[in-house]
Nanobody, 115 residues
């Protein structure tokens, strides 16, 4: 059984920084999966915001470029999201998952941007 456990979410002030982490257990050879971070809000469905390939190539949405960094440690089966210059539009529940799989979703981790 695949398990994805996200952590690191918190309430931060605008312009602040945060580092999210995801630990993956099960699912085969971790380095073979494209991993991504997704964001969901009460107003919008869950959407992919960043992806990282096994070889560590990364892809971001335009709004995240220059502010967020996705990375992975294939020895520890972890995926991270370094978040900088946070604004209100970055708020939401962040989830990690793999592309082209039927893995379940984890509980996510809440990011709140507030003064």
């Amino acid at each position: 059984q695949v398990q994805l456990v996200e952590s690191g979410g918190a309430t931060v002030q605008p312009g602040g920084s945060l580092r999210l982490s995801c630990v993956v257990s099960g699912g085969g050879i971790f380095s073979q999966y494209i991993m991504g971070w997704y964001r969901q809000t009460p107003e919008n469905e869950r959407e992919l915001v960043a992806s990282v390939y096994g070889g560590r190539d990364a892809v971001y949405t335009d709004s995240l470029k220059g502010r967020f960094t996705i990375s992975r440690d294939n020895r520890k089966n972890t995926v991270s999201l370094e978040m900088n210059s946070l604004n209100a539009e970055d708020r939401g529940v962040y989830y990690c998952n793999a592309a082209q799989t039927t893995w379940p979703w984890g509980q996510g981790t809440q990011v709140t941007v507030s003064s």
